[in-house]
Antibody
Framework: EVQLVESGGGLVQPGGSLRLSCAAS????????MHWVRQAPGKGLVWVSR????????TYADSVKGRFTISRDNAKNTLYLQMNSLRAEDTAVYYC?????????????WGQGTLVTVSS | DIVMTQSPDSLAVSLGERATINCKSS????????????LAWYQQKPGQPPKLLVS???TRESGVPDRFSGSGSGTDFTLTISSLQAEDVAVYYC?????????FGQGTRLEIK
């Protein structure tokens, strides 16, 4: 059974940092591209970042470029999102999601999400 | 960036009736070399992550009831629920994966009338 389990969310002050993790199981993690997608409270879905299967190619939304870094450890079957210089507008539930085929296809599995709250 | 616009923002339909949600992209998401539309539909229930219903505009995912169907091409797409069930109450999103940044529609909230 495919499972994605996020962790690392919490309350952080503006300007602070957090590292999110997404533990993957039930599939060959190293074969799949992965996304981070976020959802502010009561709002819609917003794509944050994407990484290829071996970690050599990354892309970011303009709103997080230069502040967030996506990475992965295929030996540990884990995806990461390092978030620096956090702002109030980064407050959201952060989901990791698997891209079901190659680099450009839909996301067939999602984690339950981890809540990040940026507030003083 | 490709802007995805859904209509309506909310919809109330009687049980057993048809529900139709529209999605329009600001540019075509039909990739000529593959002749595929890079468009997905997701369902999100309260407190849950999104669930993939339809990919490539019209390919229903395994396990998704056949009352859900996707159609359209180019810039105009539709998700149809042929006979609304109580468990279909949710917010529905379209998403384009034709180009980066991936973008979602604003969501359509579906309720029972």
């Amino acid at each position: 059974e495919v499972q994605l389990v996020e962790s690392g969310g919490g309350l952080v002050q503006p300007g602070g940092s957090l590292r999110l993790s997404c533990a993957a199981s039930g599939f060959t993690f190293s074969s799949y591209w992965m996304h981070w997608v976020r959802q502010a409270p009561g709002k819609g879905l917003v794509w944050v970042s994407r990484i290829n299967n071996d970690g050599s190619t990354t892309t970011y939304a303009d709103s997080v470029k230069g502040r967030f870094t996506i990475s992965r450890d295929n030996a540990k079957n884990t995806l990461y999102l390092q978030m620096n210089s956090l702002r109030a507008e980064d407050t959201a539930v952060y989901y990791c999601a698997r891209i079901n085929y190659g680099s450009n296809s839909a996301s067939d599995y999602w984690g339950q999400g981890t809540l990040v709250t940026v507030s003083s | 960036d490709i802007v995805m616009t859904q209509s309506p923002d909310s919809l109330a339909v009687s049980l057993g009736e048809r529900a139709t949600i529209n999605c329009k992209s600001s540019q075509s998401v039909l990739y000529s070399s593959t002749n595929k539309n890079y468009l997905a539909w997701y369902q999100q229930k309260p407190g849950q992550p999104p669930k993939l219903l339809v990919s490539w505009a019209s390919t229903r995912e395994s396990g998704v009831p056949d009352r859900f169907s996707g159609s359209g091409s180019g810039t105009d797409f539709t998700l149809t629920i042929s006979s609304l069930q109580a468990e279909d109450v949710a917010v529905y999103y379209c998403q384009q994966y034709y180009s980066s940044p991936l973008t979602f529609g604003q969501g359509t909230r579906l309720e029972i009338k």
